[in-house]
């Protein structure tokens, strides 16, 4: 069945407690700035995306998983696969907001002997689960991990952050469906739907839409949000939490630079080169419209 969760609640639907949710979007604020601070490090990098997914990392680290921060392997811990690889940047800036990076650490970005490259590594970063290489093979690795957990008896979860590009690849969809056939309900994905990717608009490339409808005809329990709502994301998650039976994806439409507007605008935005002078700009916007959007709530 498909949901569409929106701010406005359906009847019978509980909205979560206004200080829960102003919490969240607190979060998400200080990811935007953590990843605003590492993107000056190089001048340029995925920058637009990591504003875009700031809000569903804040829900789902702060609100969502089960795990210890100061033990990363701890094996009771519900797993988070960043199959998007190049998002890494946004998934640091959550992983210092969670606790589990020292913030001060964000300032090696990218840099010689980091533990935090410009592309997720497993073997380097404490809390990134699997390395981001080719794109599609991140469900295939929840499934598999999720059938594991299985059969040890665990009730750990696997969330798994997928991108619209990563739609267009049959091993996602053969994921897809070895997943539903096993009935993994202890399965998440998370579609960041920001209709763009590297070789341009994401409808251009390969249509994928209606998205939701294709995920219901591979067996999924499909629900669709404003992936920029933090009300919305936290109604969506609570919910999903209670679905049993098979496994479900929330489908997240999001804007790519969200919270600046400067990089909300900006033309060839995938993997973004922002000037010296630009970086302040930026903080400046972010803080501005977290301010305004503050006041007008």
Not at 10 to 17: E, F, S
Not at 55 to 72: C, E, G, K, M, N
Not at 88 to 96: D, K, S, V
Not at 256 to 268: D, F, H, I, T
Request: aromatic content about 6%; glycine content about 12%.
């Amino acid at each position: 069945m498909r949901t569409t969760v929106t701010s406005t609640h359906a009847p019978g639907t509980r909205a979560p407690n206004p200080q829960r949710v102003d919490a969240l979007r607190e979060a998400a604020h200080r990811i935007r700035g953590y990843a605003l601070d590492m993107g000056e490090v190089q001048g340029q990098g995925y920058i637009g995306q990591a504003l875009g997914v700031a809000d569903i990392l804040a829900v789902v680290y702060r609100d969502v998983l089960d795990f210890r921060p100061h033990d990363p392997h701890w094996p009771g811990r519900d797993r988070f696969l960043l199959s998007i690889g190049h998002y890494a940047i946004a998934l640091y800036a959550a992983l210092a907001e969670a606790g589990v990076l020292d913030v001060a650490e964000l300032a090696t970005y990218g840099g010689d002997d980091s533990r935090l490259p410009m592309s997720g590594m497993a073997t380097y970063t404490p809390g990134m689960e699997i390395s981001g290489g080719s794109l599609g093979h991140g469900l295939g690795i929840a499934t598999g991990m999720a059938l594991g957990l299985r059969h040890q008896g665990s009730t750990a979860r696997v969330h798994t952050l997928l991108s619209d590009g990563e739609l267009d690849e049959g091993s996602t969809w053969e994921a897809a469906l070895a997943c539903a056939h096993h009935g993994l309900d202890n399965v998440t994905a998370i579609v960041d739907v920001n209709a763009l990717q590297a070789d341009g608009p994401t409808g251009g490339v390969l249509r994928t839409e209606p998205v939701t409808a294709k995920w219901e005809a591979f067996g999924w329990h499909a629900v669709r949000v404003d992936g920029n709502d933090v009300e919305a994301l936290v109604t969506a998650f609570d919910g999903l939490r209670a679905h049993r039976g098979s496994p479900a994806v929330l489908v997240c439409d999001t804007r790519v630079g969200c919270g600046v507007p400067l990089l909300e605008n900006r033309e060839k935005a995938h993997f973004m080169r922002v000037e010296e002078h630009e970086w302040q700009i930026a903080r400046d916007q972010l803080t501005e419209r977290h301010r305004t959007e503050e006041t007008a709530r």
